[in-house]
């Protein structure tokens, strides 16, 4: 599925990741964890070819093709999905407008028949349904005026519509309070697949409890320093970040 | 991001072509003789001919305005020539069949087919080139509801007490440098009167051109709507690429008599000049309309051409209970600079007015809105409510707001909305990580930016105006 091999980044000249290797396997849940500024977001950000990340060495294969090259919105049509931590707004572009459009786009370029407009309002509806959110979010502006839980769980929705090989979901718990945590895990849980697979960025072992990682890596001054089960991640929350730093 | 978007820069100017007919244009320079000769040239009445005169002896004493946010060198008038016209309009072509064939390719060419059949369904057209009318389609159709719709000069000939009430009622002789010199030497327009009680049963459309090197066009719109009728007129422009400067001095006056409706949409694309800022139509427009006794106004403009833009379509509320509206995207691009707004004058009581301004700025062009509401002593429980929102493209263009808010009436509301945003890198990359290509991206956040103008725009037309923002924003964002 992912291989990332050495990945080396800078943003604005500063160098963020410092030789990350990371392997994930079709179907798997890998939660990366780490101290503010340890690069978690960047690494998010690099994957899904954000302007602005330079990638100074290292590779990045995604099913066994390097999208170090490829533009960003190629890659979102190979199958990438990151969801965002702050998802922006879009004023006067609808959501059923904008996700249209993602889903033809991507649909297209994987060759796939287009959806006729009714069938694509359907699934739409399906799918706000399933995060518990009101089918009139469909002709609101794209994340205009929602909530911060209202926008994660549009996030998840439209990792459902897409129907992406992997999802980076990128401190997609911050801000939510335990009803919205438990729609989002439940989305993600929805999603699994025996070829789907998951990259969790988060601060806190609490998501963890409702999506189970297969994987918990720690990332430090960008590489990884440690990786383990799930337990890594309860004894992380139990000693803080500084005891493996020092080991 | 930006680096990214500056790819996207490069987009021809679609509507640029010269079309090669015989023309019949005068020498260069403006003086009474050139007066009287449009005016022999339109074989106008002697009244006609008395009040361009007087116009051009009030134009001489006033001095070309430098208070817009706009920076251009100023036209010299000695070298433009005030009246062009294709020699085969010598003797009027009675139909269409008599046009010369090359004009009607032209306008074939820019998507506006002349003959009927092939017309937008329900839109009748007045076609101007350079300084004359030559055609009008559905005329026969338009006159069996009252509906009169031609040119302004078949007008002063067929409804002179008409044109000789209205004329200059709107916007007088004296009005500003440019209208002054519109009264002087305009050549044609078109003229709409809609009788009472009459809801026009098509879209009337003008569409100007301007094909000649060296010309101004000064056309001259009159639209009266008699009480308790209704219209909804759509005004497009274009005109060749070329190298130097053109002037374009427009006025337009709507006469909204009681209980009557008039709906003016603009599609303004002329040629904004090239991505170094050569070029390009100066477009110095005047546009107003007075509203009587419940009668309503609404201006509806989407401009995306000129080098120069200097417009602010304008509603006089005399009546009681009348209802202004101005609904505008503008966008400029390149070096192009526009300062328009509108005017809303509230004389009558409970007059109301809306105005929706939406600048988009990119490349190093500015744009600046400039927009008046006045309250006067007697416009008891006037309302007015503004939104003025600008949208930046890169780093290098400007958005200004300019409005001006006198009240004279202790209980006029008048409320006043601004926002500036930019097209941010996160948006542009929600939309890339999503799947969707830059241009798509930015061409889609635009136009939700300017949705509630194009809601206002005549079906027919809020398409074709989708469109052109996204044909002129390819070359534009960077």
Redesign the interface.
Known sequence: MLTIKNLQADVEEKNILKGLSLDVKPGEIHAIMGPNGSGKSTLGYVL?????YQVSGGSAELNGENILEL???ER??KGL??A?Q????????SNM??LK??VD??RE?QGKEALDTVSFMKLAREKCKAVNLDPSFLKR??NEGFSGGEKKRNEIM?MML?EPSLCILDETDSGLDIDALQVVADGVNACRDENRSFIIVTHYQRLLDYIVPDKVHVLSDGKIIKSGDKSLALELEEKGYSWIEKE | MSDVIDEYVKTEYEAGFVTDVDSETIAPGLSEDVIRFISAKKNEPDWLLEWRLKAYKAWLEMDEPEWAHLNYPKVNLDEVSFYSAPKSMENAPKSLDEVDPELIATYNKLGIPLHEQEVLAGVAVDIVFDSVSIATTFKEKLAEAGVVFCPISEAVHSHPELVKKYLGSVVPQKDNYFAALNCAVFSDGSFVYIPKGVRCPMELSTYFRINEANTGQFERTLIIADEASHVSYLEGCTAPMRDENQLHAAVVELVCLDDAEIKYSTVQNWYPGDENGLGGIYNFVTKRGVCHTNAKISWTQVETGSAITWKYPSVILRGDNSIGEFYSVALTRNFQQADTGTKMIHLGKNTKSTIISKGISAGKSSNAYRGLVRMSPRADGARNFTQCDSLLIGDQCAAHTFPYIESKHPNAIIEHEATTSKVSDDQLFLCLQRGIETEKAVSMIVNGFCKEVFKELPMEFAVEAGKLLEVSLEGSVG
């Open positions: 899904s070819g954000r302007e602005g533009e960003a919105d979102a049509k999905f990151l965002f702050y998802p922006v707004e879009i004023p006067g572009v407008e904008f459009a993602s786009a991507t370029y502006g794209v439209q897409l």
